[in-house]
């Protein structure tokens, strides 16, 4: 018997939606297609990750996410989080990473 990846089910907008966990060439995978090109609400509406992230680790579409309230959304985030908690640890990593290299002065061009 397999290992198999963690599932969960909520309703969102009155249909069902499943959370699955990411596998390590997925997160490889989303890590390396991050190009920062992503529209304003996609990337900021939540801080714990953009819609397409989102998309990536659900049955959910752009489409679907459109047609949902953000508390809807909201609850999918939740069971996101519950089965990708490795993933959310490792881009807060990276977050942090981020705003220390933005506070950094730049180097002196003596």
Do not use: H, Y
């Not at 459109?66 to 609850?75: F, G, K, N």
């Amino acid at each position: 018997m397999g290992i198999t990846a963690e599932v969960k089910g909520v309703t969102a907008g009155g249909k069902p939606v499943v959370v699955r966990e990411m596998t390590v060439a997925e997160i490889r995978a989303w890590l390396g297609g991050k190009t920062g090109g992503e529209d304003v609400v996609d990337s900021l509406l939540f801080d714990e990750l953009s819609l397409p992230d989102l998309c990536q680790m659900s049955t959910l579409g752009m489409a679907d996410v459109d047609q949902l309230t953000p508390s809807e959304i909201a609850r999918v985030i939740a069971e996101a989080k519950k089965v990708n908690e490795a993933f959310f640890e490792m881009r807060q990593r990276l977050v942090k990473i981020g705003q220390q290299v933005m506070t950094q002065p730049p180097p002196s061009a003596g």
